[in-house]
Each structure stands twice: as structure tokens, then as C-alpha cells.
């Protein structure tokens, strides 16, 4: 079984930056890849950017590509999203999940965790 929890969503203004968090509860992390999405209001859930079970391959959104950055400790089983420079049409809720290949599409994901709201103020 695959638990996830996410953290370190917050309010903060334009420009500024956060860092999310995505804690795993599995035996075998490094068995999984892991993405990150978001869903903003009345929009659909979006994929935003995905990591391979080793870290050496990572793929983004155009949106937040040379803004955002994934990475990962499989030593930690964790995975992070680094949000730079960031702007109000990034406020969304913020989902990791994981599966066992890299996919930009979330249906394609089996494991999701709860959410943590990022809002951007202008």
C-alpha cells in the first residue's frame, strides 16, 4: 500500500517562492515514479512535472518549465517540487502520485495523496 502526504503549500505573493513536500509510505520508493499536478478552480487537473524512480529523468509542464523544479531522496522517500518565481495563475491545490513508470497523465497514476493549497497573491 502507498500512502502520500503532501506539504509546505502557503500563501505567498507573486515572485515568491515555496517548497512542497510529498512524503511516501511504501516499502520500495524507489520502485515508483512519482508526479505532481495541481487543479485550480473550474479548471481541470493539470499535470505539472514527473520524475523517473532514480531522478535522472524529470519532465515539466511548459507553464512552470525554468520556474519549477522536482527532485527526490529516495533515501528520505520524498519527493519535492521547488516553485520559483511564481505567479497567481499558479495557485491551485498541489497533488503528488506515483505509479510505476514515468506519465504526464494522472489517470495514469494509482496513488495520489490529499492535497495542499498553494495561493500566489498578486
Known amino acids: 500500500q502507498v500512502q502520500l502526504v503532501e506539504s509546505g503549500g502557503g500563501l505567498v505573493q507573486a515572485g515568491g517562492s515555496l517548497r512542497l513536500s510529498c512524503a511516501a509510505s511504501v516499502r520500495i520508493f524507489i520502485n515508483y515514479a512519482m508526479g505532481w499536478f495541481r487543479h485550480a478552480p473550474w479548471k481541470e487537473r493539470a499535470f505539472v512535472a514527473a520524475?523517473?524512480?532514480?531522478?535522472?529523468?524529470?519532465s515539466y509542464a511548459d507553464s512552470v518549465k525554468g520556474r519549477f523544479t522536482i527532485s527526490r531522496d529516495n533515501a528520505k522517500n520524498t519527493v519535492y517540487l521547488q516553485m520559483n518565481s511564481l505567479k497567481p495563475e499558479d495557485t491551485a491545490v498541489y497533488y503528488c502520485?506515483?505509479?510505476?513508470?514515468?506519465?504526464?497523465?494522472?489517470?495514469?497514476?494509482?496513488?495520489w495523496g490529499q492535497g495542499t493549497q498553494v495561493t500566489v497573491s498578486s
Open positions: 520524475i523517473s524512480r532514480t531522478g535522472l529523468s524529470t
Open positions: 502520485a506515483a505509479r510505476q513508470g514515468v506519465s504526464k497523465i494522472a489517470d495514469n497514476y494509482e496513488h
